[in-house]
């Protein structure tokens, strides 16, 4: 069976090619690419079709012509694997119609250029979609790369991270790689949130100087201690029970995830953090409880967790339909946030429900298990040493029941 070449270009000069790229690119009869490649690269005789941003277009096209029994190389820049062109052909393709030839990435070569090595790097793209998997990357790794849209996008990202309290950092953009007019610049985050001139073709090399102040909880376990969190006089999930919380969710990366009634938000910022490519939404009524939250946010650079303010369930109504939901406060509507949850919830969808009063445990034992079925619960009653003048004692806490239900099941 006749198979779409996808054809690694490397970061854009011809030189970067490898031999097996030309030898494709030679035996097509039909290129596929953008308007730059087919310039450089079509010889006489060959058929060509201009990708643009009607890729399904390109896809029509492509199986035209190889109904017809004719060769086609699709031209991708970079890898095409590396958040190029395969992902969206996989869709369309089957694996056995596809030979990839991969290409030098931009990452590869942005390395290169600075000489350094790579293996430890995360590789994420901000290109055509919003920053948050970005921002999350930046924050919780010492190494990245980032595919950036043209300017301004990149003062945006930094001036996002700024705004999430992100540590300093060391940037180096570089720009038209592998072209004579390629540039190297580097930043310090504050000089690249004042939208300096950028090329048009980037990645984003984005490092955490090693003297740079260690992240406050830079570890992808949960059980923050309680004293690292602002409280105020607004209560909190503990730390011994945020975990069996957590656990209890069965988070992923991904996934959207509610913390209703957050408090200080301790459960969110801990959700935020050990899933960084989740969005986790902090809803809260109470003011003084919503400036504990914003504070906690930036105190451990959780960029994914986003507060919102208002009473649930109504401030449920305009959010992202959740995978994952905690009730860690109610303000006495726990029976139609239940219902609620249990509306947009998609199956296997997972809802957990902290109670600490005996009417609590039982009105939502009984709410869950009437809109879900089973329910899974477990009772928590830890007790944390501490000093005294004697010695050291036992710090009883008060027992809290997690009651937890998973939709479809």
Same mark, same amino acid.
């Given at each position: 069976?006749?198979? =779409?070449? %996808?054809?690694?270009?490397? /970061?854009? &000069? +011809?030189?970067? $090619?490898?031999?097996?790229?030309?030898? !494709?690119? *030679? #035996?097509?009869?039909?290129?596929?690419?953008?308007?730059?490649?087919?310039?450089?690269?079509?010889?006489?005789?060959?058929?060509?079709?201009?990708?643009?941003?009607?890729?399904?277009?390109?896809?029509?096209?492509?199986?035209?012509?190889?109904?017809?029994?004719?060769?086609?190389?699709?031209?991708?820049?970079?890898?095409?694997?590396?958040?190029?062109?395969?992902?969206?052909?996989?869709?369309?393709?089957?694996?056995?119609?596809?030979?990839?030839?991969?290409?030098?990435?931009?990452?590869?070569?942005?390395?290169?250029?600075?000489?350094?090595?790579?293996?430890?790097?995360?590789?994420?793209?901000?290109?055509?979609?919003?920053?948050?998997?970005?921002?999350?990357?930046?924050?919780?790794?010492?190494? =990245?790369? %980032?595919?950036?849209?043209? /300017?301004? &996008? +990149?003062?945006? $990202?930094?001036?996002?991270?700024?705004? !999430?309290? *992100? #540590?300093?950092?060391?940037?180096?953009?570089?720009?038209?790689?592998?072209?004579?007019?390629?540039?190297?610049?580097?930043?310090?985050?504050?000089?690249?949130?004042?939208?300096?001139?950028?090329?048009?073709?980037?990645?984003?090399?984005?490092?955490?100087?090693?003297?740079?102040?260690?992240?406050?909880?830079?570890?992808?376990?949960?059980?923050?201690?309680?004293?690292?969190?602002?409280?105020?006089?607004?209560?909190?999930?503990?730390?011994?029970?945020?975990?069996?919380?957590?656990?209890?969710?069965?988070?992923?990366?991904?996934?959207?995830?509610?913390?209703?009634?957050?408090?200080?938000?301790?459960?969110?910022?801990?959700?935020?953090?050990?899933?960084?490519?989740?969005?986790?939404?902090?809803?809260?009524?109470?003011?003084?409880?919503?400036?504990?939250?914003?504070?906690?946010?930036?105190?451990?650079?959780?960029?994914?967790?986003?507060?919102?303010?208002?009473?649930?369930?109504?401030?449920?109504?305009?959010?992202?339909?959740?995978?994952?939901?905690?009730?860690?406060?109610?303000?006495?509507?726990?029976?139609?946030?239940?219902?609620?949850?249990?509306?947009?919830?998609?199956?296997?969808?997972?809802?957990?429900?902290?109670?600490?009063?005996?009417?609590?445990?039982?009105?939502?034992?009984?709410?869950?298990?009437?809109?879900?079925?089973?329910?899974?619960?477990?009772?928590?009653?830890?007790?944390?040493?501490?000093?005294?003048?004697?010695?050291?004692?036992?710090?009883?806490?008060?027992?809290?029941?997690?009651?937890?239900?998973?939709?479809?099941?």
């Amino acid at each position: 069976m006749a198979t =779409v070449k %996808v054809v690694g270009m490397g /970061p854009g &000069a +011809p030189g970067f $090619l490898t031999a097996a790229a030309r030898e !494709a690119v *030679a #035996a097509a009869e039909v290129l596929v690419g953008s308007p730059r490649y087919l310039a450089d690269l079509a010889a006489s005789g060959q058929e060509v079709f201009p990708l643009t941003r009607d890729l399904d277009g390109a896809v029509s096209f492509i199986r035209r012509r190889v109904a017809a029994g004719r060769r086609v190389a699709v031209l991708a820049s970079g890898d095409p694997g590396l958040f190029g062109i395969l992902d969206f052909l996989r869709r369309h393709f089957a694996a056995e119609e596809l030979t990839v030839i991969p290409g030098v990435s931009a990452v590869q070569a942005a390395f290169a250029r600075l000489a350094l090595p790579w293996h430890d790097a995360v590789v994420v793209s901000a290109h055509g979609r919003d920053h948050r998997e970005a921002l999350a990357a930046v924050l919780n790794s010492p190494k =990245v790369a %980032v595919f950036t849209d043209p /300017p301004p &996008a +990149p003062a945006e $990202l930094a001036r996002e991270l700024l705004a !999430a309290g *992100a #540590a300093p950092r060391e940037i180096y953009l570089l720009g038209d790689l592998s072209y004579p007019e390629e540039g190297v610049h580097r930043y310090s985050l504050d000089e690249l949130a004042a939208d300096p001139p950028c090329p048009h073709r980037q990645v984003l090399l984005v490092f955490l100087p090693p003297a740079a102040e260690a992240r406050l909880w830079p570890y992808r376990t949960g059980g923050i201690p309680d004293d690292l969190f602002q409280r105020g006089a607004v209560p909190m999930t503990k730390a011994q029970v945020r975990v069996l919380a957590l656990a209890a969710l069965r988070l992923g990366e991904g996934q959207v995830v509610w913390d209703v009634g957050a408090g200080t938000g301790s459960v969110g910022v801990e959700a935020a953090l050990v899933c960084p490519g989740s969005r986790v939404y902090a809803v809260e009524v109470r003011e003084e409880a919503m400036a504990l939250i914003e504070a906690n946010k930036r105190r451990f650079g959780a960029a994914n967790l986003y507060p919102v303010r208002g009473a649930a369930p109504a401030a449920l109504a305009g959010l992202p339909r959740p995978d994952r939901v905690f009730v860690g406060g109610s303000g006495g509507a726990l029976a139609s946030i239940v219902e609620h949850v249990a509306e947009v919830l998609p199956a296997g969808g997972r809802v957990v429900v902290s109670a600490v009063t005996l009417e609590t445990v039982g009105e939502a034992f009984r709410l869950l298990r009437e809109r879900f079925g089973a329910v899974e619960a477990v009772q928590t009653a830890a007790a944390v040493c501490r000093p005294t003048a004697a010695g050291h004692l036992w710090q009883a806490h008060n027992p809290v029941c997690l009651l937890g239900a998973e939709k479809g099941r």
